[in-house]
Protein backbone atom coordinates (compact mmCIF):
# COMPACT_ATOMS: atom_id res chain seq x y z
CA UNK A 1 0.00 0.00 0.00
CA UNK A 2 1.18 3.44 -1.37
CA UNK A 3 0.57 6.43 1.40
CA UNK A 4 0.10 9.98 0.72
CA UNK A 5 3.21 12.02 1.92
CA UNK A 6 1.48 15.86 2.54
CA UNK A 7 4.28 18.58 2.33
CA UNK A 8 3.82 21.21 4.88
CA UNK A 9 7.93 21.99 4.99
CA UNK A 10 8.36 24.63 8.15
CA UNK A 11 9.57 28.50 6.44
CA UNK A 12 13.06 29.20 7.27
CA UNK A 13 14.29 26.20 8.64
CA UNK A 14 18.42 26.13 9.10
CA UNK A 15 20.03 25.22 5.58
CA UNK A 16 22.99 22.65 7.38
CA UNK A 17 24.37 19.69 5.36
CA UNK A 18 24.81 16.74 7.04
CA UNK A 19 28.15 14.82 8.10
CA UNK A 20 26.87 11.84 6.57
CA UNK A 21 23.63 9.98 5.67
CA UNK A 22 23.94 6.77 7.66
CA UNK A 23 19.99 6.55 10.20
CA UNK A 24 16.33 6.95 10.04
CA UNK A 25 15.40 7.77 13.38
CA UNK A 26 12.21 6.21 14.61
CA UNK A 27 10.51 8.53 17.50
CA UNK A 28 7.32 8.63 18.92
CA UNK A 29 6.14 12.25 20.31
CA UNK A 30 5.62 11.11 24.27
CA UNK A 31 2.85 13.22 24.79
CA UNK A 32 0.41 11.51 27.37
CA UNK A 33 -1.79 14.72 26.94
CA UNK A 34 -2.71 14.54 23.21
CA UNK A 35 -4.21 11.63 22.16
CA UNK A 36 -7.70 12.56 20.91
CA UNK A 37 -8.46 12.82 17.17
CA UNK A 38 -6.71 15.49 16.28
CA UNK A 39 -3.00 14.74 17.50
CA UNK A 40 -1.14 14.81 14.24
CA UNK A 41 -2.16 18.40 13.59
CA UNK A 42 -1.54 19.58 17.43
CA UNK A 43 1.63 18.69 17.18
CA UNK A 44 2.49 19.35 14.01
CA UNK A 45 1.30 22.79 14.55
CA UNK A 46 3.32 22.99 17.52
CA UNK A 47 7.09 21.62 16.03
CA UNK A 48 6.23 24.45 13.09
CA UNK A 49 5.79 26.87 15.86
CA UNK A 50 8.96 25.74 18.01
CA UNK A 51 11.33 23.88 15.45
CA UNK A 52 13.72 26.05 17.18
CA UNK A 53 13.57 23.80 19.71
CA UNK A 54 13.69 20.41 17.87
CA UNK A 55 11.99 19.14 14.34
CA UNK A 56 12.01 16.24 12.75
CA UNK A 57 11.15 15.75 8.74
CA UNK A 58 8.21 13.80 9.38
CA UNK A 59 4.85 13.21 11.70
CA UNK A 60 2.99 10.41 11.85
CA UNK A 61 -0.28 9.75 13.28
CA UNK A 62 -4.47 10.49 13.25
CA UNK A 63 -4.93 6.86 11.37
CA UNK A 64 -2.35 6.82 9.26
CA UNK A 65 -1.55 10.37 7.28
CA UNK A 66 2.07 11.71 6.69
CA UNK A 67 3.16 14.95 6.91
CA UNK A 68 6.90 15.93 6.07
CA UNK A 69 7.79 19.65 7.80
CA UNK A 70 11.26 19.60 6.89
CA UNK A 71 13.67 18.00 3.94
CA UNK A 72 15.69 15.26 4.10
CA UNK A 73 19.21 14.72 4.09
CA UNK A 74 19.63 18.14 5.71
CA UNK A 75 19.98 18.38 9.31
CA UNK A 76 17.04 18.26 11.59
CA UNK A 77 17.36 18.81 15.39
CA UNK A 78 15.12 15.39 17.12
CA UNK A 79 17.90 12.75 18.47
CA UNK A 80 20.75 14.89 20.12
CA UNK A 81 23.82 16.63 18.81
CA UNK A 82 25.57 12.99 18.04
CA UNK A 83 22.91 11.76 16.20
CA UNK A 84 21.45 14.71 14.33
CA UNK A 85 24.42 14.89 11.73
CA UNK A 86 23.75 11.67 10.94
CA UNK A 87 20.45 11.35 10.21
CA UNK A 88 18.53 11.54 6.69
CA UNK A 89 15.53 11.22 8.28
CA UNK A 90 13.70 11.30 11.70
CA UNK A 91 9.88 10.18 11.94
CA UNK A 92 7.76 11.06 14.76
CA UNK A 93 4.86 9.41 16.15
CA UNK A 94 1.30 11.10 17.24
CA UNK A 95 -0.09 9.57 20.18
CA UNK A 96 -3.82 7.61 20.18
CA UNK A 97 -5.28 5.69 22.82
CA UNK A 98 -7.62 4.10 20.07
CA UNK A 99 -6.63 0.55 18.95
CA UNK A 100 -7.64 1.32 15.59
CA UNK A 101 -6.20 4.44 14.91
CA UNK A 102 -3.21 2.99 16.53
CA UNK A 103 -3.15 0.38 13.84
CA UNK A 104 -3.24 2.15 10.71
CA UNK A 105 -0.88 4.74 12.31
CA UNK A 106 1.65 1.89 12.94
CA UNK A 107 1.45 0.45 9.24
CA UNK A 108 2.18 4.22 7.85
CA UNK A 109 5.01 4.58 10.20
CA UNK A 110 6.31 1.20 8.95
CA UNK A 111 5.74 2.19 5.10
CA UNK A 112 7.33 5.53 6.10
CA UNK A 113 10.28 4.15 7.55
CA UNK A 114 11.29 1.32 5.08
CA UNK A 115 10.93 4.03 1.98
CA UNK A 116 13.10 6.95 3.73
CA UNK A 117 15.96 3.36 4.24
CA UNK A 118 15.52 2.81 0.46
CA UNK A 119 15.27 6.68 -0.63
CA UNK A 120 18.78 6.79 1.65
CA UNK A 121 20.17 4.03 -0.02
CA UNK A 122 20.27 2.57 3.71
CA UNK A 123 19.67 -1.10 5.01
CA UNK A 124 16.19 -1.91 6.15
CA UNK A 125 17.15 -3.40 9.57
CA UNK A 126 16.11 -1.90 12.61
CA UNK A 127 18.50 -1.16 15.42
CA UNK A 128 21.25 -3.46 14.08
CA UNK A 129 25.04 -2.99 15.15
CA UNK A 130 26.55 -0.34 18.28
CA UNK A 131 28.60 2.81 16.55
CA UNK A 132 27.69 5.43 14.17
CA UNK A 133 29.27 3.32 11.04
CA UNK A 134 26.23 0.87 11.37
CA UNK A 135 23.97 2.18 8.80
CA UNK A 136 20.07 1.69 8.98
CA UNK A 137 16.60 2.21 10.50
CA UNK A 138 17.58 3.15 14.39
CA UNK A 139 15.32 3.75 17.32
CA UNK A 140 15.64 6.69 19.55
CA UNK A 141 16.55 4.27 22.12
CA UNK A 142 19.31 2.87 20.28
CA UNK A 143 20.78 6.08 19.68
CA UNK A 144 20.58 6.68 23.95
CA UNK A 145 22.47 3.15 24.08
CA UNK A 146 25.03 3.45 21.28
CA UNK A 147 25.73 6.56 20.30
CA UNK A 148 24.78 9.11 23.31
CA UNK A 149 23.53 12.43 23.56
CA UNK A 150 20.36 11.64 24.72
CA UNK A 151 18.06 9.99 27.68
CA UNK A 152 15.16 9.17 25.26
CA UNK A 153 14.02 5.44 25.38
CA UNK A 154 11.14 6.17 22.63
CA UNK A 155 9.60 4.59 20.80
CA UNK A 156 9.54 1.37 23.02
CA UNK A 157 7.00 2.36 25.76
CA UNK A 158 4.46 3.67 23.77
CA UNK A 159 4.03 0.47 21.47
CA UNK A 160 4.25 -1.80 24.56
CA UNK A 161 0.44 -0.49 25.52
CA UNK A 162 -0.78 -1.91 22.25
CA UNK A 163 1.28 -5.42 22.51
CA UNK A 164 4.09 -4.16 20.30
CA UNK A 165 7.76 -5.86 21.66
CA UNK A 166 10.80 -4.75 20.40
CA UNK A 167 10.98 -7.62 18.61
CA UNK A 168 7.98 -7.46 16.44
CA UNK A 169 8.68 -3.92 15.60
CA UNK A 170 11.83 -5.38 13.97
CA UNK A 171 10.06 -8.19 12.03
CA UNK A 172 8.03 -5.75 10.78
CA UNK A 173 10.69 -2.99 9.63
CA UNK A 174 12.69 -5.69 8.30
CA UNK A 175 9.56 -7.65 6.44
CA UNK A 176 7.19 -4.95 5.74
CA UNK A 177 4.46 -6.81 7.90
CA UNK A 178 2.98 -3.83 9.99
CA UNK A 179 -0.37 -4.65 8.35
CA UNK A 180 -0.80 -8.31 9.86
CA UNK A 181 -0.86 -6.96 13.43
CA UNK A 182 -2.33 -9.55 15.65
CA UNK A 183 -4.80 -9.05 18.02
CA UNK A 184 -5.64 -5.55 19.64
CA UNK A 185 -5.13 -5.43 22.93
CA UNK A 186 -7.07 -3.57 25.59
CA UNK A 187 -5.14 -0.38 25.86
CA UNK A 188 -4.22 0.57 29.44
CA UNK A 189 -3.46 4.25 30.47
CA UNK A 190 0.59 4.62 30.99
CA UNK A 191 1.44 4.85 34.65
CA UNK A 192 2.58 8.17 35.32
CA UNK A 193 6.46 8.54 35.89
CA UNK A 194 6.22 9.52 39.72
CA UNK A 195 7.00 7.27 42.50
CA UNK A 196 5.25 6.57 46.17
CA UNK A 197 8.73 5.88 47.25
CA UNK A 198 9.72 7.79 50.50
CA UNK A 199 12.99 6.20 51.09
CA UNK A 200 16.72 7.60 50.56
CA UNK A 201 17.71 4.95 48.15
CA UNK A 202 18.63 6.04 44.67
CA UNK A 203 18.49 2.44 43.21
CA UNK A 204 15.34 1.89 45.10
CA UNK A 205 13.62 5.16 43.58
CA UNK A 206 14.86 4.65 40.35
CA UNK A 207 13.17 1.09 40.50
CA UNK A 208 10.24 2.38 41.68
CA UNK A 209 9.51 5.05 38.53
CA UNK A 210 10.49 2.09 35.91
CA UNK A 211 14.13 3.51 35.52
CA UNK A 212 17.75 1.48 35.54
CA UNK A 213 19.36 2.02 37.94
CA UNK A 214 23.36 0.52 36.97
CA UNK A 215 25.88 2.90 38.37
CA UNK A 216 26.86 4.00 34.34
CA UNK A 217 23.29 4.93 34.40
CA UNK A 218 23.17 6.91 37.33
CA UNK A 219 26.34 8.15 36.36
CA UNK A 220 24.41 9.79 33.01
CA UNK A 221 21.95 11.11 35.22
CA UNK A 222 24.28 12.86 36.99
CA UNK A 223 25.60 14.83 34.66
CA UNK A 224 21.62 15.12 33.88
CA UNK A 225 20.74 16.81 36.49
CA UNK A 226 23.89 18.50 37.16
CA UNK A 227 24.89 16.83 40.06
CA UNK A 228 29.27 17.00 40.25
CA UNK A 229 31.84 14.98 41.46
CA UNK A 230 29.14 11.99 41.08
CA UNK A 231 30.82 9.21 42.93
CA UNK A 232 28.12 6.56 43.87
CA UNK A 233 28.79 8.04 46.92
CA UNK A 234 26.04 8.16 50.00
CA UNK A 235 25.88 11.95 50.08
CA UNK A 236 26.23 12.43 46.46
CA UNK A 237 23.27 9.58 45.79
CA UNK A 238 21.78 11.31 47.86
CA UNK A 239 22.16 15.07 45.91
CA UNK A 240 20.84 13.18 42.45
CA UNK A 241 18.00 11.68 44.51
CA UNK A 242 16.78 15.01 45.48
CA UNK A 243 17.21 16.58 42.76
CA UNK A 244 15.29 13.99 40.54
CA UNK A 245 12.49 14.23 43.11
CA UNK A 246 12.35 17.92 42.35
CA UNK A 247 11.70 17.36 38.78
CA UNK A 248 8.17 16.03 39.83
CA UNK A 249 6.91 18.13 42.24
CA UNK A 250 3.34 18.65 42.04
CA UNK A 251 1.14 20.87 44.36
CA UNK A 252 -2.38 22.66 43.75
CA UNK A 253 -3.34 23.28 40.15
CA UNK A 254 -2.57 26.38 38.81
CA UNK A 255 -4.46 28.44 35.69
CA UNK A 256 -2.66 27.60 32.63
CA UNK A 257 -2.26 30.10 29.71
CA UNK A 258 -0.83 27.64 27.33
CA UNK A 259 -0.83 23.60 26.69
CA UNK A 260 -3.57 21.40 28.03
CA UNK A 261 -1.53 20.76 32.00
CA UNK A 262 -2.50 22.92 34.31
CA UNK A 263 -0.45 21.26 37.63
CA UNK A 264 3.10 23.03 38.76
CA UNK A 265 5.17 20.48 37.82
CA UNK A 266 7.62 22.43 35.07
CA UNK A 267 9.17 19.16 33.37
CA UNK A 268 5.29 17.76 32.97
CA UNK A 269 4.81 21.00 31.52
CA UNK A 270 7.21 21.53 29.35
CA UNK A 271 6.56 17.69 28.18
CA UNK A 272 2.99 18.56 27.94
CA UNK A 273 3.68 21.32 25.22
CA UNK A 274 6.38 18.94 23.33
CA UNK A 275 9.93 21.01 24.83
CA UNK A 276 12.87 19.71 26.01
CA UNK A 277 12.86 18.95 29.78
CA UNK A 278 15.77 18.18 30.31
CA UNK A 279 18.07 20.59 32.79
CA UNK A 280 20.72 21.76 30.71
CA UNK A 281 17.01 23.04 28.35
CA UNK A 282 15.64 24.28 31.66
CA UNK A 283 18.62 26.48 32.14
CA UNK A 284 18.37 28.09 29.25
CA UNK A 285 14.73 28.87 29.42
CA UNK A 286 15.63 30.10 32.88
CA UNK A 287 18.23 33.02 31.47
CA UNK A 288 15.21 33.73 28.42
CA UNK A 289 12.25 34.00 31.21
CA UNK A 290 14.21 36.22 33.32
CA UNK A 291 14.61 33.73 36.36
CA UNK A 292 17.36 34.75 38.28
CA UNK A 293 19.85 31.82 40.32
CA UNK A 294 17.82 28.94 39.04
CA UNK A 295 18.74 26.26 41.08
CA UNK A 296 16.61 23.44 39.85
CA UNK A 297 14.35 24.17 43.25
CA UNK A 298 10.96 23.96 43.53
CA UNK A 299 10.63 27.63 44.42
CA UNK A 300 12.66 28.33 41.27
CA UNK A 301 10.93 25.62 38.84
CA UNK A 302 7.55 26.84 39.82
CA UNK A 303 9.00 30.74 38.78
CA UNK A 304 9.92 29.14 35.84
CA UNK A 305 6.60 27.96 34.91
CA UNK A 306 4.67 31.15 35.73
CA UNK A 307 6.70 32.93 33.83
CA UNK A 308 6.26 30.91 30.78
CA UNK A 309 2.59 30.75 31.19
CA UNK A 310 2.19 34.61 31.79
CA UNK A 311 4.61 34.93 28.59
CA UNK A 312 3.69 34.93 24.72
CA UNK A 313 6.94 32.70 22.68
CA UNK A 314 7.15 36.18 20.88
CA UNK A 315 7.76 37.92 23.70
CA UNK A 316 10.92 36.28 25.32
CA UNK A 317 13.81 38.13 25.99
CA UNK A 318 16.60 37.30 24.19
CA UNK A 319 19.24 38.90 26.22
CA UNK A 320 23.04 39.75 25.81
CA UNK A 321 26.06 37.69 25.61
CA UNK A 322 28.94 38.43 27.17
CA UNK A 323 32.46 36.96 26.35
CA UNK A 324 35.05 36.79 28.65
CA UNK A 325 38.37 39.24 28.58
CA UNK A 326 40.39 36.13 29.16
CA UNK A 327 39.13 34.55 25.97
CA UNK A 328 41.46 34.78 23.13
CA UNK A 329 39.70 33.43 20.58
CA UNK A 330 35.80 32.73 20.49
CA UNK A 331 34.67 30.42 16.92
CA UNK A 332 32.06 31.37 15.05
CA UNK A 333 29.75 30.35 11.99
CA UNK A 334 27.77 30.65 8.99
CA UNK A 335 23.98 30.22 9.77
CA UNK A 336 24.04 27.47 7.41
CA UNK A 337 26.07 25.52 8.51
CA UNK A 338 26.38 23.15 11.96
CA UNK A 339 28.19 24.61 14.45
CA UNK A 340 31.21 22.29 15.28
CA UNK A 341 34.51 23.29 15.11
CA UNK A 342 35.21 21.75 11.12
CA UNK A 343 32.95 24.16 10.38
CA UNK A 344 34.67 27.74 11.86
CA UNK A 345 35.80 29.78 9.19
CA UNK A 346 36.51 32.89 11.85
CA UNK A 347 36.84 33.45 14.82
CA UNK A 348 36.44 36.60 17.84
CA UNK A 349 39.24 38.08 19.64
CA UNK A 350 37.36 39.16 22.68
CA UNK A 351 40.28 39.55 24.90
CA UNK A 352 41.63 42.38 22.38
CA UNK A 353 39.05 44.09 23.52
CA UNK A 354 38.67 43.56 27.57
CA UNK A 355 35.88 41.16 26.39
CA UNK A 356 32.94 41.52 24.02
CA UNK A 357 29.00 41.68 24.43
CA UNK A 358 26.46 41.55 22.13
CA UNK A 359 22.53 41.21 21.37
CA UNK A 360 21.40 37.98 21.26
CA UNK A 361 19.04 37.78 18.10
CA UNK A 362 18.42 33.88 18.18
CA UNK A 363 18.76 30.79 19.82
CA UNK A 364 19.01 28.10 16.74
CA UNK A 365 20.06 25.65 19.01
CA UNK A 366 20.72 24.53 22.97
CA UNK A 367 23.79 26.24 23.85
CA UNK A 368 24.19 28.27 20.56
CA UNK A 369 23.11 31.96 20.33
CA UNK A 370 22.83 33.71 16.58
CA UNK A 371 25.07 37.75 17.01
CA UNK A 372 25.57 40.80 14.84
CA UNK A 373 29.01 40.62 14.17
CA UNK A 374 31.85 42.77 11.33
CA UNK A 375 30.92 39.93 9.25
CA UNK A 376 27.33 39.57 9.45
CA UNK A 377 24.89 37.75 11.15
CA UNK A 378 27.10 34.21 13.12
CA UNK A 379 26.45 31.56 15.31
CA UNK A 380 28.50 31.12 18.69
CA UNK A 381 28.88 28.19 21.18
CA UNK A 382 28.06 29.58 24.54
CA UNK A 383 26.86 25.99 26.62
CA UNK A 384 28.89 25.43 29.87
CA UNK A 385 32.82 25.65 30.41
CA UNK A 386 33.08 28.30 27.80
CA UNK A 387 33.22 31.25 30.48
CA UNK A 388 30.54 32.99 28.28
CA UNK A 389 27.69 34.76 30.19
CA UNK A 390 23.81 35.29 29.38
CA UNK A 391 22.05 38.06 30.37
Not at 169 to 181: C, I, N, P, W, Y
Not at 272 to 284: E, K, L, V
Not at 311 to 331: C, F, I, M
Amino acid sequence: MEYKIEKRIIPDLPDIPLASSRFIIAHESGNLNNTGPNSLENEVRFMTANWRTAFTSHFVGSGGRIVQLAPVGRFQYGAGPKANPYAYAQVELARTNDPDIFKKDYAAYIWLLRKLADDAGLPRTLDAGSGVYDRGIKSHDWIRQHIGGTTHTDPYGYFAQFGISRAQFEKDVEKGTASQLIAKPEVKPAAPKTSGYTGNSIVDYLKSIGKESSPAYRRQLAKEYGVEDYDLSVSKNLELLNKMRVDHYVSKPMASGAGTYTGNSIVDYLKSIGMDSSPAHRRQLAKEFGVDNYDFSAEKNLELLREMRDSPPNARHKGTVHLPADAETWRTYKLNVLPVKKNSDWSLTPSRFGGLTYEILDHPYPDVVTINTSRGKRNIYVGPGTGAVIE
